[in-house]
């Protein structure tokens, strides 16, 4: 267990809205990460941290935004929800430890755009 | 050519079948490998990192061929517990912390 939580666990929202997705961890990891995983695409990263303020965008960041203002907390949020955001959304934290860096995941939100 | 690849399966095996599956990646510079399950609507979890020497953890054993650029995992014995998707992850090389995932192998064991 690597003490990651996700809230909310379940949302349904309507399109145009703004939905806040947030990642807490409690073993001080310093690399965060969301992902969203749909079928057929497998999980595809959307934002990560390295640090405090330290973000960078992944692969499907169009539409997502993040901030990280505590170690402990990384958000998610959509400034105007669409239904093509309707997903499952996992946060991870990934260890380091030489050149290995096992990630560990949260439970998952799933966000229903309607 | 997609970074890693598996395949989606389904592998569909009785109880105490052995069963393997690869995945495959086209960065010939990867440094890191791993292996994840995911159960049915759940996180994907940690099983195990995968060695340059191979390592095994019970029924399961992971290797890695670097010539070829694809890792593999092994399950001897299977349970029907067994049964979810696995995923496979690699990280490119200086130590990166973005891993590139596979789309994931889909087992089914039957009694």
């Known amino acids: 267990d690597a003490g990651i939580t996700q809230s909310p666990r379940h949302k349904v929202t309507e399109t145009g809205t703004p939905v806040t997705l947030r990642c807490h961890q409690t073993?001080?990891?310093?690399?965060m990460y969301w992902y969203r995983q749909d079928p057929g695409h497998g999980l595809r990263l959307i934002h990560y941290?390295?640090?405090?303020?330290?973000?960078d965008k992944g692969e499907v960041s169009d539409g997502y935004s993040v901030s990280r203002s505590k170690t402990e907390d990384f958000l998610l949020t959509l400034e105007s929800a669409t239904s093509s955001q309707t997903s499952v959304y996992f946060c991870?934290?990934?260890?380091?430890?030489?050149?290995?860096?096992?990630?560990?995941f949260g439970p998952g939100t799933r966000l229903t755009v309607t | 050519r997609k970074e890693v690849e598996q395949d989606p399966g389904p592998f569909n095996v009785p109880e105490g079948a052995t069963v393997a599956f690869n995945c495959t990646y086209s960065n010939s510079a990867s440094q890191s490998f791993f292996w994840y399950r995911q159960d049915c609507r759940k996180e994907p979890k940690l099983l195990m990192s995968v060695y340059s020497s191979g390592n095994e953890d019970g029924r399961f054993t992971a290797q890695l061929n670097r010539a070829s650029q694809y890792i593999s995992l092994l399950i001897r014995d299977s349970k029907l517990s067994d049964s979810a998707t696995y995923l496979c992850?690699?990280?490119?090389?200086?130590?990166?912390?973005?891993?590139?995932f596979g789309r994931g192998t889909s087992l089914i064991v039957h009694p």
């Open positions: 941290s390295y640090g405090v303020k330290d973000t």
């Open positions: 073993e001080n990891h310093r690399y």
């Open positions: 991870a934290i990934s260890t380091t430890g030489g050149n290995s860096y096992e990630q560990y």
């Open positions: 992850a690699v990280n490119s090389a200086g130590g990166s912390y973005i891993p590139t």
